[in-house]
C-alpha cells in the first residue's frame, strides 16, 4: 500500500540540485508559478481540460493575475464572461505573465462570451506578458464590437510582450492600442477578425487607433513572423504609429493592411501577400522590403510607399511606380515624372520639372505630301531632353521619280510632333547639295503639332515653296541639324 503525505508536512523540505541551492519550504516553491486551477473548484478541473466545463473563470483569472507575478494556464478551455481587468490600480506588484500550454485549437483556450455586448476580453493599462493562449471571441460577423485586448491611453510608456498566441472570432479586433504603448508581438495568428465581407474602419487583427488620444503614438514596436487570415483588415494603423513588421503573412483578408495619412514610417520587411480581396492601402509612408505579392493597384495618391524587391527600388505615390531603381542600374521614371528643380528655379519660371531624356534613330521621308522618294540615309538620329528635341540627320541621293515636280518638298518622320501653340512655328537653317535655289537660300519651316518640315525658298522680300523640281534627282542631298519644341 502507496501512503500519500500532504505537502505541508513536509515543512522545509526542498532544495534545488545545484551547488549552492538553498533550502526552502515546498509551499515557497511551488508559489513561484501559480496555476489558475488553484482558484478553480476541483470539481470543475476536469471539466476544464475536457474543454466541456460551462464554468465562468472570469473571477478566477483575474485574482490570479492580481496575486502573482506568473501564472500558468494548464490545458483547457476557460469561459470567461466579464471583462478582465489589468493595471496597476488594479492591485498588481510588477509585471504579470499568463502564460498558457500552446496557442493552438488543442491546448489552452480562453473563450469570451461577453454578459456586456461590446466589451472587451482584456482591458489594459499596465505591462504584462502573454504567451501560449488561444484567445476566442463570440464572432467576427455575429458579435458586437468586441475586443480581445483593449490597450488603453496610461498616460506613460508601457511594454508588452505576446508570443505565440492565437486569436479568432473577433467582431472589432484582437488586439486594440489607443494610447502610448511599446510591444512586441511575435509568432501570433490572427483569424476572422473583423468582418472581411464587410469591412469596417478600425477594425481587424490588430488596430492602433489615434483618433481616441490625439497625439499619443506608440514607439519600439516589432510584429514578427505573424499570420493574418479572413480578417477586414491584417491590420489598420490610424495616423503616427511606429510600426515594423517582419516576415507577416497575409491571407484571404479584405485588406492585407491600410496604413491611415501622416506620423512616421511603417517598415514591412518579406511579408506574403496572397488571395486577399482589395490591395493595401496607403496614405501614409510605407517602406516594404522584399516579399511575395505586393501589389498597391488600389493605393492611395496622397503618400509616398516605398517597395523594395528582386526588380529593384520602386517608390509609389499612386497605383504605378512614380520611380524605379531597376536591375540595369538606371533610376527609371513613369511617364510625366521626373526630377523637380523648383527649389532653384527663377521667379518668372513657368515649369521646372524634368521629365524625359532620350536618345534614339528616326526616319525622315522625302515626301510631296503624296508620292516618296528613294533616298539612302546615313545619319538619322535625336535627342530629347525634356520638352527640347534635337535632330540630326543626312539624307543623300535623293530620287525623286515618281514625285509631282511642282509640289513643295516635306520631310516627315520627326521623331516628336511639335509643340500644339501657334508660338512653336520657326524657321530652321539646312544644308543642301545639288538642289537649286531660285530666289536665294532654302530653309526648313516647322510648324505646329506637326512631323514635317516643309522646304522653303527664302529672299529678302520673303518665302516660296522649294518644289520637287529643284532637286537633282539621284544626286541631290540635305542634311539636318537643329533643335525644336515637342
Not at 177 to 182: C, E, H, L, P
Not at 280 to 300: A, E, F, I
Amino acid at each position: 500500500m502507496t501512503k500519500t503525505r500532504d505537502l505541508a508536512d513536509l515543512g522545509g523540505g526542498f532544495i534545488q540540485a545545484g551547488s549552492g541551492a538553498e533550502q526552502r519550504t515546498v509551499e515557497s516553491k511551488l508559489q513561484d508559478v501559480v496555476s489558475v486551477l488553484d482558484f478553480i473548484p476541483v470539481a470543475e478541473h476536469a471539466g476544464i481540460k475536457a474543454k466541456t466545463s460551462t464554468y465562468d473563470c472570469t473571477t478566477a483569472i483575474q485574482n490570479a493575475l492580481t496575486s502573482a507575478g506568473r501564472v500558468y494556464l494548464p490545458a483547457g478551455k476557460y469561459r470567461v464572461t466579464q471583462t478582465i481587468t489589468v493595471s496597476v490600480a488594479a492591485g498588481f506588484a510588477e509585471r504579470p505573465e499568463l502564460i498558457g500550454a500552446g496557442g493552438n485549437t488543442s491546448n489552452t483556450q480562453i473563450d469570451f462570451v461577453p454578459a456586456v455586448a461590446g466589451s472587451p476580453l482584456f482591458s489594459h493599462f499596465h505591462s504584462a506578458t502573454y504567451r501560449g493562449i488561444y484567445f476566442t471571441g463570440p464572432g467576427a460577423t455575429t458579435g458586437t464590437g468586441e475586443r480581445c485586448f483593449d490597450f488603453g491611453n496610461v498616460g506613460t510608456q508601457r511594454h508588452t510582450i505576446i508570443e505565440e498566441c492565437m486569436f479568432r472570432y473577433w467582431n472589432s479586433a484582437a488586439l486594440y492600442f489607443s494610447g502610448q504603448w511599446q510591444f512586441t508581438i511575435d509568432n501570433c495568428r490572427f483569424l476572422d477578425c473583423g468582418d472581411s465581407a464587410s469591412p469596417a474602419v478600425l477594425t481587424g487583427g490588430i488596430v492602433f487607433d489615434q483618433t481616441v488620444v490625439t497625439g499619443w503614438s506608440t514607439s519600439g514596436m516589432v510584429i514578427s513572423n505573424c499570420y493574418f487570415s479572413g480578417c477586414s483588415y491584417g491590420y489598420y494603423a490610424e495616423s503616427s504609429w511606429n510600426l515594423t513588421f517582419v516576415n507577416p503573412i497575409f491571407e484571404y483578408c479584405a485588406y492585407p493592411f491600410l496604413r491611415n495619412a501622416g506620423g512616421s514610417t511603417h517598415v514591412i520587411i518579406s511579408p506574403w501577400l496572397e488571395s486577399n480581396t482589395n490591395a493595401p492601402v496607403t496614405t501614409g509612408p510605407v517602406v516594404v522590403l522584399g516579399g511575395r505579392g505586393v501589389d498597391w493597384s488600389g493605393n492611395s495618391t496622397t503618400s509616398a510607399s516605398v517597395h523594395v524587391s528582386s526588380d529593384g527600388v520602386s517608390i509609389y505615390r499612386s497605383s504605378t511606380p512614380r520611380a524605379v531603381l531597376g536591375s540595369s542600374g538606371n533610376l527609371e521614371f513613369a511617364d510625366g515624372y521626373g526630377i523637380d528643380f523648383s527649389a532653384v528655379a527663377g521667379a518668372s519660371a513657368s515649369g521646372s520639372v524634368l521629365t524625359d531624356y532620350e536618345t534614339g534613330t528616326w526616319t525622315p521621308v522625302v515626301t510631296d505630301g503624296t508620292n516618296n522618294a528613294s533616298i539612302t540615309t546615313t545619319v538619322a538620329s535625336y535627342t530629347k531632353i525634356g520638352n527640347t528635341v534635337r535632330i540630326r540627320a543626312a539624307i543623300l541621293n535623293i530620287n525623286t521619280t515618281g514625285m509631282t515636280a511642282g509640289s513643295q518638298i516635306r520631310i516627315s518622320g520627326l521623331p516628336y510632333a511639335t509643340g500644339s501653340t501657334a508660338n512653336t512655328w520657326q524657321h530652321v537653317p539646312i544644308t543642301v547639295a545639288d538642289i537649286t535655289s531660285t530666289e536665294g537660300t532654302i530653309v526648313g519651316q516647322l510648324r505646329n503639332s506637326s512631323t514635317q518640315l516643309l522646304l522653303n525658298n527664302q529672299t529678302t522680300s520673303g518665302l516660296s515653296s522649294a518644289v520637287v523640281s529643284q532637286i537633282s534627282s539621284g544626286v541631290g542631298d540635305i542634311w539636318l541639324d537643329f533643335s525644336y519644341v515637342a
